[in-house]
């Protein structure tokens, strides 16, 4: 079932438009089943440039399934995901500097230290974040963790530095699965106000989470599955 | 033909006539897996889940007839080498791609079950690298098996060949028609 | 073609300061190599040396290799470059490099403890050894590394999947045996120009350009 509420979508699209001209993701009848089991079928969305698109639905509706296929982790499916007028089938690996996937555990070297994990991930893709970083650190108040190994890290810690690499890759499109997991008070109040400001630069935003971090975000729609 | 028009060979008699059978086995596992590995190929550059079917079933119909050179082998060589086995390379080397693609059918339908598919296209692409190492075997490393296609221009009889060359011909056909009857089975 | 240099060395870089740093597969692997040297040499004895040496060093390999991949998995059992904006074929040949880094740890090893049970010098063989050595481990190195990146995203059937990876193998130790038996009977011209050595060589390399990128068409394409 796919149902696609337009919550201030007109006001926040003119809104997006003034920001920015970014391509939009554009998501055309995607159908997905395992094993001759239909997962979901048919969902057709768009998120548009400074968007923040809410994706809900029951435990084991698709959720996850949906948001690699926007991202290109998942290859075979039916229908198709555009960016701008481009497959994203046919980009190849440039996509990935436009959209990245935050997954629900952190995605991080244990056996480095967090300092290490943000030079290695910023190096290996050619970004320079050295005032950024900085600032990000501080505003995860992980400032004295930065030498400490990421196994000696509670899982809150390991998601903000997960969080903190993903907006220093600055992709345009944001795809956060459970973001609010393991965060305390203060992180997800940083981290709405990173995506709030994030919007305002024409970034978009498609988040699936079921905790109250998600009352502070003006969403521009929902995609119910 | 094989029964009326070839020759009794000179030194290993009527049991030469297996011969034949051998070659034509041989020539569908050549087949069916150089099919296996082109559908592989696609399978990994289109997705196309008949692709992946079609690379399993040819890889079926190759170890089966792998299966079948290595039993024939085995009957033809008892009356002539007066053992069932021996450790020449040819026959190891053979073995071993029976073993190889047996794990490949194995490990298709595990990938399947784990939802990477991929992997088995890949599997095959690197297991074919055995085919060549089977057949440039037999000339590197020093053993028994008959070297029958060689640089001096074989040692096979005009009648023998005319005989192997129909073989051939049956034996392809005999694995068009395999294959067609297993891609309706599975539907494809 | 910078680019593509710069990301391998960042990778070995991290890899190399991970296990220089926490030692575990290090150790496991010093200690695996020494045992089944001692063991091999107990059971065989000192008439096939080279033999003993290039079988241990297999086994040894096919253990540590999984170890040594799982470091890239998550915790949640994804690739963790997986959404790299790159080529994954890259990631793939860093890994073989650093693997055959390992392997050489290993063969050293194994090398050394036969050398002492046995009070023979393989090195005696020379550079016929050396060569043969270093071909055994890229072509090795090549497979395993990139069925083990591939498998270890895989939970529970992964390991057993991993056992049915070893088949590949054989038809490259074929040609590497028959360049084994040439390194006890040939001096260096005649090892050199051997069909068998050749033949190993054109494996290896078409190993290490292929392995790459199928690993990336099987993961991503």
Not at chain 1, 107 to 120: C, D, Q, R
Not at chain 1, 191 to 212: A, H, M, R, V, Y
Request: net charge neutral.
């Amino acid at each position: 079932m796919k149902k696609f509420h337009d919550t201030n979508f007109k006001l926040h699209l003119l809104l997006s438009k003034v920001i920015s001209m970014g391509d939009s993701l554009s998501i055309r009848n995607i159908s997905k089943s395992y094993n001759h089991n239909n997962i979901f079928n048919l969902i057709s969305f768009d998120i548009g440039p400074g968007q923040i698109l809410n994706l809900s639905g029951a435990n084991g509706s698709g959720k996850t399934t949906l948001m690699k296929i926007v991202s290109s982790q998942i290859l075979e499916y039916t229908g198709e995901v555009f960016l701008g007028d481009k497959n994203i089938k046919n980009l190849g690996d440039e996509y990935f500097t436009k959209v990245i996937y935050l997954p629900p555990i952190p995605s991080l070297y244990e056996n480095l230290s967090l300092i290490e994990n943000i030079h290695f991930f910023t190096s290996i893709i050619g970004i320079r974040h050295n005032d950024k970083a900085e600032r990000l650190i501080n505003d995860f108040k992980l400032t004295s963790h930065t030498s400490k190994k990421i196994s000696q890290l509670s899982d809150g810690s390991k998601k903000k530095v997960s969080i903190l690499v993903m907006f220093l890759m600055n992709p345009d499109f944001f795809i956060l699965d459970e973001p609010y997991t393991y965060l305390d008070a203060d992180a997800l109040r940083t981290l709405n106000i990173l995506i709030n400001k994030s919007t305002e630069e024409g970034k978009s935003f498609l988040i699936t989470d079921n905790s109250i971090g998600l009352k502070d975000i003006n969403f521009s729609g929902l995609v119910e599955l | 033909m094989i029964f009326l028009y070839a020759p009794k060979e000179r030194i290993m008699g009527e049991v030469q006539r297996i011969f034949y059978f051998h070659m034509g086995y041989v020539l569908v596992f050549t087949f069916a897996f150089t099919m296996n590995l082109i559908y592989s190929i696609k399978y990994l550059r289109n997705n196309n889940n008949s692709d992946s079917k079609k690379a399993y079933i040819n890889a079926e119909i190759g170890t089966l007839f792998t299966l079948l050179t290595l039993v024939s082998g085995s009957i033809w060589a008892k009356p002539v080498w007066g053992t069932w086995w021996t450790s020449d390379p040819q026959l190891t080397t053979t073995l071993i791609l029976f073993i190889l693609y047996f794990t490949y059918l194995i490990f298709h339908k595990l990938a399947e079950k784990s939802g990477v598919p991929r992997y088995s296209s890949v599997f095959a692409i690197i297991a074919f690298i055995d085919l060549p190492i089977v057949y440039i075997s037999v000339r590197i490393m020093r053993g028994i098996s008959p070297v029958v296609f060689g640089g001096e221009g074989g040692g096979i009889a005009p009648q023998m060949m005319d005989t192997l060359i129909v073989t051939f011909i049956a034996f392809f056909f005999l694995y068009i028609y395999l294959l067609d009857l297993r891609i309706k089975l599975d539907k494809i | 073609m910078r680019n593509f240099a710069k990301i391998i060395i960042l990778i070995l870089e991290k890899d190399l300061k991970i296990e220089l740093r926490e030692k575990l597969n290090l150790t496991y692997v010093f200690i695996l190599s020494i045992t089944l040297s001692l063991i091999g040499y107990t059971f065989i004895g000192p008439n096939k040396l080279i033999e003993l040496f290039f079988f241990i060093s297999l086994i040894a390999s096919l253990v540590a290799n999984q170890r040594i991949s799982r470091q890239e998995i998550s915790l949640g059992g994804e690739l963790i470059l997986i959404s790299v904006p790159f080529d994954l074929s890259i990631i793939c040949f860093a890994k073989i490099l650093f693997f055959i880094i390992i392997s050489l740890l290993i063969n050293f090893t194994v090398f050394i403890t036969l050398s002492l049970v046995s009070n023979v010098s393989i090195f005696d063989y020379g550079v016929n050894f050396l060569t043969l050595c270093i071909l055994f481990i890229v072509g090795v190195s090549s497979i395993l590394s990139t069925f083990s990146l591939m498998l270890e995203r895989i939970k529970g059937e992964g390991q057993f999947m991993f056992i049915l990876i070893y088949p590949l193998i054989l038809p490259f130790l074929i040609l590497a045996y028959n360049s084994i038996i040439l390194v006890h009977i040939s001096d260096s011209a005649v090892f050199f120009q051997s069909f068998s050595l050749q033949a190993l060589v054109a494996f290896d390399i078409l190993l290490l350009t292929v392995c790459p990128i199928l690993f990336s068409y099987s993961i991503r394409r």
